[in-house]
Every structure is written in structure tokens, then in C-alpha cells.
């Protein structure tokens, strides 16, 4: 496990994404080790994220992790291994990313799922106005700009 990942675990604390799909072989195995897997609205196993596995920013079934874990790589740590970041920079990047996201948690109603996933619920709920400013805006930026391919 890279320096970056233990240093931000957001691909696995519920910021990014709110499951991951399995493969029938790994929902057995993760099932196996004690893991919760839900059904998906298709009938397809997903683990829900925050992932009961992670402990910190640490995975405790890293070598046994799903294959979507094992290729998913996020825009930084892509940035990083072609040289286009530094190490010290990409960390600085993880710091403002849990800077942001602890101003966007005080902007939210409280809860247990990850700031991201409150704000996308209050915002679903109209507990929220469309998210142009402020810190849930601001950390949906950072997140989109660094971290998310998809965004």
C-alpha cells in the first residue's frame, strides 16, 4: 500500500463512492472474513463503502481486496506515479481534501455516513441548496479536480 493511500483512505471512507461491485467469488470470500455485502437494485453483490475493512486509512483485507479495489487508481495517485506531482505535493493535496471535508461536515446535518454522502443526501432531501459555495461546494471541487475520474 503507497504512502499516498495510507495518508487518505477517501476511495474507501464513503467520500468518493457509496459501494463497490463484486464479483459472486468475492462477495463469498469477503462474506467469509465477516463483511456485510448488500444486493445492488440489478441483484448484484457491492460492498457499501465506508468499507467495514478499512481500520484508519488502512485496508485489513488489502491482499484479499475485490478486484475493482486492486485497479481502481484516483487522479492523484495517477499524477503522482507519472511524475507530474511530487510526493510531498500530493500529500499536501490529501491534506486540504480532509481540511475541506471537515468544513463541509459542519455545513451538514450529523450522521454516520461520510461527509460526501450526507451532503449528496441533504442536497437529494433539500435539507441543502444546490451546492454553488460554501464548504460542501468547496470540498466537491477538490474531490472532483484530484481524486475523481468520473467527475
Keep these: 500500500m503507497s504512502t499516498l ?3 487518505c483512505g477517501m476511495c474507501c471512507d464513503g467520500n468518493l463512492f457509496t459501494q463497490v461491485p463484486l464479483a459472486a467469488d468475492e462477495a463469498a470470500r469477503l462474506r467469509g472474513r465477516g463483511l ?3 444486493q445492488r437494485e440489478d441483484g448484484s453483490p457491492a460492498l457499501r463503502q465506508r468499507c467495514a475493512a478499512l481500520e484508519g486509512r488502512c485496508c485489513t483485507v488489502y491482499d484479499e481486496r475485490p478486484g475493482r479495489c486492486r485497479r481502481h487508481v484516483c487522479m492523484l495517485h ?3 506515479a507519472a511524475d507530474e506531482v511530487g510526493l510531498a505535493e500530493a500529500l499536501e493535496i490529501v491534506a486540504q481534501a480532509q481540511t475541506l471535508l471537515a468544513a463541509a461536515d459542519r455545513e451538514l446535518p450529523p450522521g454516520p455516513a ?3 454522502q450526507r451532503a449528496r ?3 437529494r432531501a433539500g435539507e441543502l441548496a444546490a451546492p454553488v459555495g460554501g464548504a460542501v461546494a468547496a470540498a466537491r471541487r477538490h474531490l472532483a479536480r484530484h481524486f475523481q475520474r468520473d467527475a
Design 78 to 80: 495517477a499524477a503522482l
Design 121 to 123: 443526501q441533504a442536497l
Design 36 to 38: 456485510v455485502v448488500i
Design 5 to 7: 493511500c495510507l495518508a
Design 114 to 116: 461520510a461527509v460526501m
